[in-house]
């Protein structure tokens, strides 16, 4: 049978290399000594075929290079590219060493890169200069020697294939690179000697605008050797005339979208405001590959807020801005009439980009970043809000009150970084005064609303949420005090909204938890919440029953009318108050239900209702508004209170079905932007809980199986999700190191290196060097980071002190105290997040660890400050003794939709 099988395997091969040769020859030994080597036996003989094919079918050369190679797929891969690709040339290797780096870097590489980036012998081998570019020509560059290349670059081969030119590169390390130094160190002589050009001259220019040194690596020496390049050929006539282009290209590069739309798949009146942008043009060459723009493009893209690196800076001519101008005043004219469209947002934010670095007036400044917030709104990942903010940040210091709207759009997305969310705050911060000698009010109340939701949704990067609270406590008092007059009276009028508006901000940060309620009550001046919160409420009824007379304000008061078209282009009032008071019924909701508790301190079965009421209320209101998005995370947080009124494990299916309906819908509306794949990953979580928890486990499996790409969208709820299914028997689950890279910023400081030296990314010196590092200038932080990596280590004095420290917060714990180990007490302490401590509960209970579970919940049930997540907590220590018990099943079930 092994004889018939390895004959089979063989006449496979023989018919793959004929297949891929074009040949009709017998290849039957070379197939079988492919056949004999260690893996990769198709794609070996799928690169013999394409050899022969190059050289016309003769199968010497091709016989010798498998018999040169050892049996090793990647050597065989190699040979290949310097044998047929590059012709065994070391001119050739020379010539197309930097296109080839950068493919290994960075992916597929636009044709016309490989032609600005290529190397030329004028006696001696140099790079073409950029100033020699800028009359050039994609035809007066292009070589024939170059052209195979150039069209092998620009595909995404094989991961073998990718990983070979990798390791030829030296990405892998000196150590893989011996595979193949041997036969081809002419090869990877030429690539060294491009890099070391490359790092020299774009070190250079990143040490010329300050760029730390340990930043001046080959990836961004490379993105600015080729930036520098393409801002030159972006000079010459065939390319500069192709500014629509380019602006509908940087557009879709800086949102986070790497496929261009055709005009045969958009709506008539789309395809028409977009014009002549949707048409290829030269640029194309050098940023696009059949339509699509691939990674080297979208990092070139990035580096546009650096001046000095800014390829667009050819763009930023007169005749290029007024042309631009007039282009976004069209679509500014067309959006007044029927909204946004996406694709019209990311132009708009092209025109913008290529004005950031020019100079032009305020007025065009106004209406250049009028359009920035709709593009930030429809990013296709989190990440990219960032480099929009920065590319604009030019406009912005022109037009901050613009800027400003920008800000708060970018702030309401769920999955921020750090990063990005650190660089909102600081420049609200510095822009903070200029918006204050302003004599309009609504750029007040839009940074009102840009510090709470920071201050609300990233409590781990904002470390000082009281000097957040703060700020936007200043804002508002200012608000307050220019409204003054008008909010004391009965009827309704600009001042008298904008009063409301700004409160509206300031107490959905108070109503959000008690820790951030007594900052804000504090520095706002705020009375009893639900006394102000239910007068704000009415006041926002009052104005979206009355729509005459919020037309009436919208035409005569220009501040309230530039506040309304901030939010909505068509200049609906209506509209506009209507989603405001929408989303503070869901604010609302949210407060009923974290206080959804009887004075004997169980969950309240009648404040559940009110509050999943309240939910299915905000969910309707969002339906009539069409905000697909919001509709289905209220209608998800309805059903999600009902699971927690639930008395038994037999009323959760009837509860919990709704979420099919739920996941259809999400299906039915999803869209590809950050917002509606946040939303979305939120929902199938939900959905793949439900199913798991209603034993439906086969469809389960299959949807998790198909899907998990979206739950990874939100990488703490996909990790909560799947230890979640975990606890029946569905998927893998998720591991500590896992567990610790998601959740990092949801972790103390001080316990980092313990958990870091856990899960063997440290040694336990290192671990102690770490703490050095973290708390160099805070001698008592440092020794306690100590303490806790002693204690994870196994020390037993360590391991004590963590224990007082439990003990002290929750005298109850002394039995499990006695039998927790140091990686349980690290992880029970080291969460900073209720939402860290159930995925450190549930890791403990899928490695079926009891009291560890236990110790979790009656620490959260003392460390956390809203009554019911207290609860929650609570029953899980009371009620897991059993893992497999019902009881502890409900517990963790509550928790997990409490928190998703």
Request: a negative charge; proline letters at 3%.
């Amino acid at each position: 049978m092994s004889e018939l099988y390895e004959r089979v395997d063989v006449e496979f091969l023989h018919e793959v290399v004929r297949q891929y040769s074009g040949c009709e020859g017998d290849y039957s030994k070379l197939a079988e000594k492919i056949a004999q080597f260690n893996g990769e036996y198709t794609l070996v003989a799928k690169y013999a075929g394409l050899w022969l094919r190059s050289n016309g079918c003769k199968v010497k050369n091709v016989e010798s290079a498998v018999e040169e190679t050892k049996k090793e797929p990647k050597l065989f891969l190699a040979h290949y590219i310097w044998r047929v690709l590059l012709r065994s040339s070391g001119d050739l290797a020379r010539k197309a060493a930097v296109p080839l780096l950068l493919h290994a870097y960075f992916g597929p590489v636009p044709e016309g890169m490989t032609y600005i980036t290529k190397a030329v012998n004028y006696g001696v081998w140099r790079f073409l200069k950029p100033e020699k570019l800028k009359s050039a020509s994609l035809e007066s560059l292009r070589e024939d020697e170059l052209e195979p290349i150039a069209k092998w670059l620009i595909q995404r081969h094989e991961d073998l294939v990718e990983e070979t030119l990798r390791d030829l590169a030296g990405l892998n390390g000196e150590k893989a690179r011996e595979l193949y130094k041997k036969a081809l160190s002419d090869l990877i002589k030429a690539l060294d000697r491009a890099r070391d050009e490359v790092l020299k001259e774009g070190g250079k220019i990143l040490a010329e605008l300050n760029v730390p040194e340990d930043d001046r690596g080959m990836e961004n020496s490379l993105l600015a050797f080729v930036g520098g390049r393409l801002a030159a050929i972006f000079k010459s006539g065939e390319v500069r005339h192709c500014w629509k282009r380019v602006a509908l290209i940087i557009g879709h590069a800086l949102a986070g979208y790497h496929v261009l739309p055709r005009r045969e798949q958009l709506p008539e009146d789309v395809a028409e405001a977009l014009g002549d942008a949707l048409e290829t043009c030269a640029v194309d060459a050098y940023l696009t590959i059949d339509g699509e723009i691939p990674p080297l493009s979208t990092y070139v893209a990035q580096l546009m807020s650096t001046r000095e690196l800014n390829i667009l800076a050819p763009y930023a001519e007169a005749d290029i801005i007024r042309a631009a101008r007039k282009s976004a005043e069209e679509l500014l004219a067309r959006w007044r009439g029927r909204g946004v469209r996406l694709a019209e947002a990311f132009y708009a934010l092209g025109l913008a980009t290529l004005a950031a670095g020019a100079e032009v007036d305020g007025e065009m400044t106004d209406l250049l970043l009028y359009t920035a917030p709709f593009a930030v709104k429809g990013v296709a990942r989190p990440g990219a809000v960032f480099t929009i903010l920065a590319a604009l940040r030019p406009l912005g210091e022109k037009a901050p009150h613009r800027y400003v709207v920008a800000l708060a759009a970018a702030s309401e997305l769920e999955t921020l970084n750090q990063g990005t969310t650190l660089y909102i705050y600081l420049a609200l911060q510095q822009l903070e005064d200029r918006l204050l000698e302003t004599e309009r009010i609504w750029p007040l109340v839009e940074a009102v609303r840009t510090y709470s939701n920071l201050v609300r949704r990233y409590p781990e990067h904002i470390k000082s949420r009281w000097k957040g609270a703060a700020n936007m406590c200043r804002l508002y008092d200012e608000v307050r005090k220019r409204c003054a007059e008008a909010a004391l009276e009965s009827v309704l009028s600009a001042q008298r909204l904008f009063d409301a508006i700004a409160k509206v901000y300031v107490l959905a940060a108070a109503l959000h938890s008690n820790e951030l309620a007594q900052h804000v009550q504090k520095y706002c001046d705020l009375g009893d919440l639900v006394r102000e919160a239910e007068s704000v409420r009415t006041t926002l009824e009052e104005a979206a029953t009355h729509l005459d007379e919020l037309r009436k304000i919208a035409e005569s008061d220009a501040d309230f009318a530039e506040w309304v078209t901030a939010q909505s282009p068509t200049g609906d009032a209506g509209f506009v108050i209507e989603g405001l008071r929408t989303w503070f019924t869901y604010v609302l909701a949210n407060y009923k239900l974290d206080h959804a508790i009887d004075e004997k301190g169980e969950l309240d079965e009648k404040k559940l209702e009110e509050a999943a009421e309240e939910f299915e209320k905000a969910a309707e209101m969002r339906r009539k508004l069409k905000q697909w998005d919001n509709y289905l995370i209220a209608r998800g947080r309805a059903l999600r209170t009902r699971i927690l009124a639930a008395k038994s494990w037999g009323e959760l299916p009837a509860i919990a079905e709704g979420f099919w309906d739920l996941w259809r819908e999400a299906e039915e509306h999803r869209k590809p932007t950050a917002w509606d794949l946040e939303t979305a990953a939120h929902i199938l979580g939900e959905y793949l809980v439900y199913l798991a928890a209603s034993d439906n486990k086969e469809e389960a499996v299959k949807l998790l199986k198909e899907r998990q790409w979206l739950l990874n969208y939100r990488p703490k709820v996909s990790v909560n999700t799947r230890l979640m299914l975990r606890l029946f028997s569905v998927g893998e689950g998720a591991r500590l190191k896992e567990v610790v890279d998601v959740f990092e910023s949801l972790i103390l400081p001080a316990f980092q290196p313990a958990l870091l030296m856990l899960v063997g990314r440290l040694q336990r010196d290192e671990a102690h060097k770490e703490c050095g590092k973290l708390f160099n200038a805070q001698p008592s932080e440092a020794e306690l980071c100590n303490i806790i990596v002693a204690a994870a280590a196994g020390d037993r004095v360590a391991a004590e002190i963590l224990k007082s420290v439990i003990e002290k917060v929750a005298p109850e714990a002394r039995p499990l105290l006695g039998k927790a180990d140091g990686r349980t007490l690290v992880e029970v302490l080291a969460p900073m997040h209720s939402q860290a401590q159930l995925v450190f509960m549930l890791l403990a209970a899928v490695e079926g660890r009891s009291d560890a579970v236990r110790l979790h919940g009656l620490w959260g049930s003392a460390a956390y400050g809203e009554p019911l997540a207290r609860r929650l907590f609570r029953a899980v220590y009371e009620n897991c003794g059993d893992l497999n018990s019902e009881e502890c099943r409900m517990a963790l079930l509550k928790l997990y939709y409490y928190h998703i």
